[in-house]
Nanobody, 123 residues
Framework: QVQLVESGGGSVQAGGSLRLSCTAS????????LGWFRQTPGKEREGGAA???????FYTDSALGRFTISQDNTKNTDYLQMNALKPEDTAMYYC?????????????????WGQGTKVTVSS
């Protein structure tokens, strides 16, 4: 499976920004999706953004306009730039990878997961 290591979480005030990073290794499939998800206690895991190997990007409604996903293929790394953060964005954020079985990457079954990076947004 793909191995993923994410970083970049931390504590910020509302309206601030963070950039999360996810570095992938052991990628054997040429057509995958890399996605960012988040989870808080008592809530289901939420998809946020994803990027395909062809560069296509995908966003949920909650992320669109505030979050931007990008990648640096030379470093096997993707980034989630999060701006205008809100307290409700507080969560554990996970990077994930899965074979791209649909054009819409957020519909992909993600089978590899990082350990998560914590984001805390204060009022």
């Amino acid at each position: 499976q793909v191995q993923l290591v994410e970083s970049g979480g931390g504590s910020v005030q509302a309206g601030g920004s963070l950039r999360l990073s996810c570095t992938a290794s052991r990628v054997t499939d040429s057509n995958i999706c890399l996605g960012w998800f988040r989870q808080t206690p008592g809530k289901e895991r939420e998809g946020g953004a994803a990027i395909a190997t062809d560069g296509g990007t995908f966003y949920t409604d909650s992320a669109l306009g505030r979050f931007t996903i990008s990648q640096d293929n030379t470093k096997n790394t993707d980034y989630l730039q999060m701006n205008a953060l809100k307290p409700e964005d507080t969560a554990m954020y996970y990077c994930a990878a899965g074979a791209r079985t649909w054009r819409y990457c957020l519909s992909t079954e993600y089978t590899s997961w990082g350990q998560g990076t914590k984001v805390t947004v204060s009022s």
